[in-house]
């Protein structure tokens, strides 16, 4: 089903029971996949593939060159998964050479009017932007996260799985998973203990996780110190595991 004023290139690719509503542009080497749908005037830009079951909504702009005084016009990507919801005025641009080429974003994610993503940035799975959360360039998001309204990613920064990021927060350090962070100048309030129920973890999990941010927030330890206990006292559990490897690994530092 494609609108008569909608443009399409001959060099895009169309899956089957596309939808392009009115006005749309869809350029060269762009793949739309099984059942996405454009409702109008959105446009994409290629290199660029949109995963089955897509919904996107009016004036959304998608693939475009990255927003990157660096880039030269080299040929970068955007990958966006299956069954995302990307809202009015959402903006996903393409990848950098420098930073890998490839902006990616993983499935059943909901983006909300004016979001965006930057480029070179790594979206997971199941996560939800609210209105205008912005990510600046080569930022990685994992899974299962949800970010407030007007939140702001340094590049180069991580928000961990399951974590929960407030409204209008200014995010200049990694964001540690199963936590929830606030503020304009950012602080870790504690695990995400509801949002941790409601994704089905288990009581047990959920008191781990509690007793390790006990350790590094409320304790007279430094990290390092927090870390040799959670390990001392709490490692074998895939949550803390995770936590553990997540911390020893960030290259900015963590929220605390």
């Known amino acids: 089903m494609i609108?008569?004023?909608?443009?399409?290139?001959?060099?895009?690719?169309?899956?089957?029971?596309?939808?392009?509503?009115?006005?749309s542009i869809i350029g060269d080497f762009v793949t739309l996949h099984d059942e996405v749908e454009l409702q109008s005037h959105v446009v994409i830009n290629g290199?660029?593939?949109?995963?089955?079951g897509t919904k996107i909504l009016p004036f959304a702009s998608l693939g475009?060159?990255?927003?990157?005084?660096?880039?030269?016009?080299e040929e970068t990507r955007l990958i966006i998964g299956e069954r995302n919801v990307i809202r009015e005025c959402v903006t996903i641009n393409r990848g950098t050479a420098g930073g890998g080429g490839?902006?990616?974003?993983?499935?059943?994610?909901?983006?909300?009017?004016?979001?965006?993503?930057?480029?070179?940035?790594?979206?997971?799975?199941?996560?939800?932007?609210?209105?205008?959360?912005?990510?600046?360039?080569?930022v990685t998001v994992e899974d299962d996260t949800t970010l407030g309204a007007f939140v702001g990613v340094h590049q180069f920064c991580r928000i961990g799985a399951h974590a929960f990021i407030g409204g209008m927060s200014k995010i200049v350090k990694d964001a540690l998973p199963y936590a929830r962070t606030d503020g304009t100048e950012a602080k870790c309030y504690g695990a995400n203990t509801v949002g941790l129920r409601r994704k089905g973890f288990t009581n047990e999990a959920i008191r781990h996780i509690q007793q390790a941010f006990q350790l590094l927030l409320q304790s007279k330890l430094n990290t390092t110190q927090a870390l040799e206990r959670m390990k001392a006292e709490l490692a074998g559990s895939p949550e803390i595991d995770y936590l553990i490897e997540f911390i020893e690994t960030s290259q900015r530092g963590v929220t605390k």
Do not use: W
Request: charged share 15%.
């Open 64 to 73: 475009q060159s990255p927003q990157d005084l660096k880039f030269k016009g």
């Open 102 to 138: 490839v902006t990616s974003v993983g499935d059943d994610n909901l983006f909300m009017a004016q979001a965006h993503v930057a480029h070179d940035c790594h979206v997971g799975s199941r996560n939800v932007f609210a209105n205008l959360a912005s990510l600046a360039g080569h």
């Open 3 to 23: 609108h008569p004023t909608a443009i399409i290139s001959p060099k895009a690719e169309l899956g089957e029971h596309v939808i392009i509503g009115p006005y």
């Open 47 to 52: 290199p660029c593939e949109i995963g089955r």
